[in-house]
C-alpha cells in the first residue's frame, strides 16, 4: 500500500482503490451509496474494437462529492452514462442504493453539458415538469419549484422564458429541477464546462452551498482539475484509454472554497503533475510519426529554406 501527503491530504494509488473496493465494507455500517465492480466497456469502430474502459472499481459513500478527472477519451462521461443506466457495460455491475443498476432510474438523475430544458415552457414549469409526471398536484408542486428556485437564486424569473436567461442561469434552472425529483444522486456531465470563468466561479460557489444544505451524493465529470479541488472530497483520476483508475486524492479543505484560494491551487498543482503523464500519452498517440511531444509541431532534418532579407525585399 502506497499513500503519499498532498497538502492537508492524500494520495492513494490504484491498489489501494481495489482493495477498498473488493472489501465492500461500509464506512460507521453505512453501506456505499454507489459502488461500482469490475467494469469494462468497448466500442466496435471501424478499425476494430477499442476499449474505452477496463476493470473499474470504486465506491461512493453517502453524502459523498466525487469528482472524476482524466484526459481527453479516457472514458469519464461514458462511466457516467453505465451508472446512469443510460449505456451497458460490457462486464462488470453497478449497483445503486443497494439495488442492481439495469437501466435508468428516477434516483439518479442526470444534469448535462447542456441544460436541456423546454424552450416552450417557463422557468417554474421546467421545475415542475419532473414534479408533474410523478402525479404530484398543481399547488404541491409549484411550492416545491418556487423552493428550489429560491435555493439556486431564480426566484425573481420563475416566469421568465429559456431564451430570456444566460448560460449560467439555465444551469442553475437545471439543477433546481434535478433537486426537485429528490433523487438519491446527482450525476453531473461538466455542467459548466461552457461557461465564462466569472459563471463558473459563481456556480462552484452555488452548487457547494447547495451541497451543504441537501447534503446530496454527487457524482461530478469534468477536465478542470481546480474545478474538482474546488468542489469535491475525493477525486477519481482516470487513465488514458482504456480508462482505469490511476489514483484518487481526498481533498480536506474547509467549505465554500474559492477557486483561487491558494491551498486549492496546491492540490490543482499536485494533481496536475499525476494528470500530465496520461496527456502526454494522448499526444503521442494523436500526433504524427514525425513531430515532438514537447513543441507539437513537425519535426524534420531539413535545413530550413533560406529567405533574401537584402534588396530583394
Known amino acids: 500500500m502506497v499513500t503519499e501527503s498532498v497538502g492537508i491530504g492524500n494520495i492513494m494509488d490504484v491498489e489501494d482503490v481495489k482493495v477498498k473496493s ?19 466497456k468497448s466500442f466496435q469502430s471501424k478499425h476494430g474494437l477499442t476499449y474505452v474502459l477496463e476493470d473499474i472499481n470504486l ?13 481527453s477519451g479516457c472514458g469519464k462521461t461514458t462511466l457516467l452514462n ?15 442504493n443497494g439495488s442492481k443498476v439495469n437501466g ?3 434516483d439518479r438523475v442526470v444534469i448535462f453539458q447542456e441544460a436541456a430544458l ?39 424569473f420563475q416566469h421568465a422564458h429559456v431564451h430570456e436567461l444566460s448560460g449560467g442561469m439555465k444551469q442553475r434552472v437545471a439543477i433546481a429541477r434535478a433537486l426537485a425529483m429528490n433523487p438519491e444522486m446527482l ?43 474546488c468542489l469535491a472530497d475525493r477525486i477519481i483520476l482516470l487513465s488514458t484509454t482504456p480508462g482505469r483508475i490511476k489514483c484518487e486524492f481526498f481533498v480536506e479543505l ?13 492540490y490543482s498543482t499536485r494533481i496536475m503533475k499525476e494528470l500530465k503523464s496520461e496527456i502526454n500519452k494522448v499526444v503521442k498517440c494523436e500526433m504524427d510519426t514525425d513531430s515532438c511531444v514537447e513543441c507539437d509541431i513537425k519535426c524534420t532534418t531539413e535545413e530550413p529554406a533560406k529567405t533574401d532579407i537584402g534588396g530583394g525585399i
Open 254 to 266: 474547509p467549505r465554500p472554497r474559492d477557486d483561487n484560494d491558494v491551498n486549492v491551487a496546491e
Open 187 to 229: 450525476l453531473m456531465d461538466e455542467p459548466f464546462s461552457a461557461l465564462d470563468a466569472q459563471t463558473r466561479w459563481i456556480l462552484h460557489y452555488e452548487l457547494q452551498n447547495i451541497w451543504m444544505k441537501t447534503k446530496k451524493t454527487i457524482m461530478f465529470i469534468t477536465h478542470n482539475i481546480r474545478e474538482a479541488v
Open 118 to 156: 423546454f424552450p416552450w415552457l417557463s422557468v417554474v414549469k421546467n421545475v415542475e415538469f419532473g414534479l408533474k409526471l410523478k402525479g404530484i398536484g398543481s399547488r404541491e408542486r409549484r411550492e416545491m419549484a418556487l423552493e428550489y428556485l429560491k435555493m439556486v437564486h431564480l426566484s425573481k
Open 59 to 71: 465506491e461512493i459513500q453517502p453524502g459523498e462529492f466525487v469528482c472524476i478527472v482524466g484526459p
Open 22 to 40: 473488493r472489501a465492500q465494507t461500509s464506512v460507521d455500517g453505512i453501506m456505499p451509496k454507489l459502488r461500482i465492480q469490475h467494469v469494462s
Open 82 to 96: 453505465i451508472v446512469a443506466g443510460l449505456e451497458k457495460a460490457d462486464k462488470g455491475e453497478i449497483w445503486a
Open 104 to 106: 435508468a432510474g428516477t
